[in-house]
């Protein structure tokens, strides 16, 4: 499956942003989905996952109650809404795919993500 994210931008501190990852292939319904995160000079860092029928959804303690991971398999989209945004936020999103993630309960590990997207940058001002 291929990944399309999008929706970054530039947003003051307590702003909001929804970020979208589209996906190709008829299989979409099939993949656990996740976002990710990188700011500069850190490593990927797991943001929030959701299971492939939706029933299932982690998150990350630093975004636990403000960011929201919802999935329309009828529209091949993942979406990552984002509110309350700090500057601690700032980074580049990236979304991921893959089979295993719920299956083994590692949702959080990168290596179980076979498809991610190409990233896009989010940036909170102060």
């Known amino acids: 499956v291929q990944l399309q994210a999008s929706g970054g931008g530039l947003v003051q501190v307590g702003g909001s942003l929804r970020l979208s990852c589209e996906a190709s292939?008829?299989?979409?319904?099939?993949?656990?989905m996740g976002w990710f995160r990188q700011a500069p000079g850190k490593d990927r860092e797991f943001v929030a996952a959701?299971?492939?029928?939706?029933?299932?959804?982690d998150y990350a303690d630093s975004v636990k109650g403000r960011f929201t991971i919802s999935r329309d398999n009828a529209k091949n989209t993942v979406y990552l809404q984002m509110n309350s945004l700090q500057p601690e936020d700032t980074a580049v999103y990236y979304c991921?795919?893959?089979?295993?993630?719920?299956?083994?309960?590692?949702?959080?590990?990168?290596?179980?993500?076979?498809?991610w997207g190409q990233g896009t940058l989010v940036t909170v001002s102060s």
């Open positions: 959701i299971s492939w029928t939706g029933g299932s959804t």
């Open positions: 292939g008829r299989t979409f319904s099939r993949y656990a």
């Open positions: 991921a795919a893959g089979k295993s993630p719920y299956a083994n309960g590692q949702y959080y590990l990168r290596l179980n993500y076979d498809s």
